[in-house]
């Protein structure tokens, strides 16, 4: 099941304000030219844009056209457990800390069902500020060496865990998010550039294959104040307009 297309084309939009590329002021593409880049009605071309209103990243005026909105920073978690709708797409740019395989056992993450003895591999990463280059996020990711054998071999400085998942066929059948008030440890508080046994919120993500195996076990510690994440409902039973 495919998402809408309104919901496609304004994850792209999304993606392109939280990284950055489309920056606080800049325009963003009218009705019309969404009508003519992604061939669709003008309906979904408005609701695109009145879903990026309404969601805060973008301002439209009348006769002023629509400007991407001071400030945006705001990250839809359903698109971190949504595999239908694309990556959430976090700003920045991202450092490697370590790639490793270990056994899960070891793991900085827990992965449920997943022997101890079973081989892993291990990324941690940290998400950098796309204004001053200051951390923001680290990410640690530890994914069953048999699904992805030769991640260690990618630019991980780009790789999208989920979409690399798909690239090798890896169906994502569940998601799941976590949300942990934890206070920093030190290796993590090194990394962010803050002082460790400060409050911080974790958050983790599960996924697992549709034959109920893990896939993927996440966990990202963040920098307050960095971000801002909602979760957006959309009555799945409103006719889409494309």
């Not at 809408?4 to 009705?31: C, D, F």
């Not at 449920?112 to 291990?122: C, M, R, S, T």
């Not at 799941?176 to 919120?201: C, H, K, S, W």
Request: no cysteine; aromatic share 6%.
């Amino acid at each position: 099941m495919t998402a809408p297309q309104y919901q496609i084309i304004r994850a792209e939009l999304e993606a392109r304000i939280v990284s950055g590329e489309l920056a606080p002021g800049a325009k963003v593409p009218t009705e019309a030219e969404l009508q003519f880049e992604y061939q669709v009605s003008r309906s979904v071309a408005q609701r695109v844009l009145n879903d990026l209103a309404n969601a805060g990243l973008v301002i439209r005026r009348k006769r002023l056209g629509t400007h991407v909105a001071d400030g945006a920073r705001q990250i839809n978690l359903m698109r971190s457990v949504d595999p239908r709708i694309g990556d959430a797409n976090l700003p920045g740019r991202m450092d490697v800390v370590e790639g490793t395989v270990i056994p899960a056992g070891k793991a900085a993450v827990t992965l449920p069902g997943l022997d101890d003895l079973e081989p892993v591999i291990q990324l941690t990463r940290v998400r950098r500020d796309v204004t001053d280059d200051s951390a923001t996020v680290v990410e640690i990711a530890a994914i069953p060496f048999a699904l992805t054998p030769e991640l260690l071999e990618e630019n991980l400085e780009d790789v999208s865990v989920r979409a690399y998942l798909a690239q090798q066929g890896v169906e994502i059948a569940r998601s799941r998010m976590y949300f942990d008030p934890v206070l920093l440890d030190e290796e993590n508080a090194a990394l962010l550039q803050l002082t460790a046994g400060i409050p911080v919120l974790r958050r983790r993500r599960l996924m697992w294959q549709s034959n109920g195996q893990i896939a993927e076990s996440a966990a990202y510690y963040l920098k307050p104040g960095a971000m801002e994440f909602y979760i957006e409902y959309s009555d799945e039973n409103q006719p889409d307009p494309s």
